[in-house]
């Protein structure tokens, strides 16, 4: 006789959120609101591309951010400055967003206004990659400090993102760093993965990512 159950739940929990991140894009299609979900580790340069983001479509969009983070409004406080409509999600502790919290941030963002909005997730490379938060489309930025064996590392994170981009590509010869490397294990895991070498800071490469976002940000919203 058994001495207890085990039960797995980790299949239902992820079946639920799949379905809320379903019904998510759907009511976003519907409202003509493109969502970016981007992932990365901290101090990769997410909230630097955020803002070389903005400069560059914000007078072609309506944008709105969704900064999220365990605590702090440091970022949102930074990306408020853009004048960008912005707001600040903390996540109780939680190591990421999925599509319920997601959602709360939709909601308290609005989307009457918006055309493209951003969430910057919680930065790390395990638990984002986990949870479908209803994005139009997911990307992740690889900072080149980090080394180039982070898709050895994380391959489900550089699965499941449609652009990856390798920032701070003006520090390549400092750092022991193949971007070649990076790109053929990328795609390996992700045949269809777009890579683009940027340097954030300065706006280096920055046009090839805006040209890919506009592209899909009016795939998305058009009729």
Not at 65 to 75: C, G, L, Q, Y
Not at 158 to 172: A, E, G, P, Q, R
């Amino acid at each position: 006789m058994e001495k207890y159950k085990v039960l797995e739940i980790k299949e239902s929990v992820f079946e639920d959120n799949n379905h809320q991140a379903d019904l998510l894009r759907a009511r976003l299609k519907k409202e003509k609101t493109f969502l970016l979900n981007l992932m990365s580790s901290p101090g990769s340069g997410k909230t630097t591309t955020v803002l070389r983001t903005i400069e560059a479509l914000q007078s072609e969009m309506r944008i709105g951010v969704m900064e999220a983070d365990i605590d702090s409004d440091v970022d949102a406080n930074t990306v408020s400055k853009t004048g960008t409509k912005v707001i600040q999600l903390h996540t109780g502790g939680m190591c990421h967003l999925d599509a319920d919290m997601t959602k709360q941030g939709i909601e308290g963002l609005g989307t009457d206004d918006i055309d493209f909005a951003i969430l910057e997730n919680v930065g790390n490379l395990v638990c984002p990659a986990e949870f479908d938060t209803g994005a139009s489309k997911n990307a992740m930025i690889l900072s080149v400090p980090e080394g180039d064996d982070k898709p050895l590392k994380y391959p489900l994170m550089f699965s499941i993102v449609d652009v990856l981009l390798v920032n701070k590509m003006d520090t390549i010869g400092i750092f022991d760093f193949d971007l070649e490397a990076v790109k053929a294990r990328a795609l390996k895991l992700n045949p269809n993965i777009k890579v683009i070498p940027i340097v954030a800071k300065t706006g280096e490469g920055m046009a090839e990512w805006t040209d890919w976002l506009r592209n899909e940000v009016n795939v998305w919203n058009e009729k």
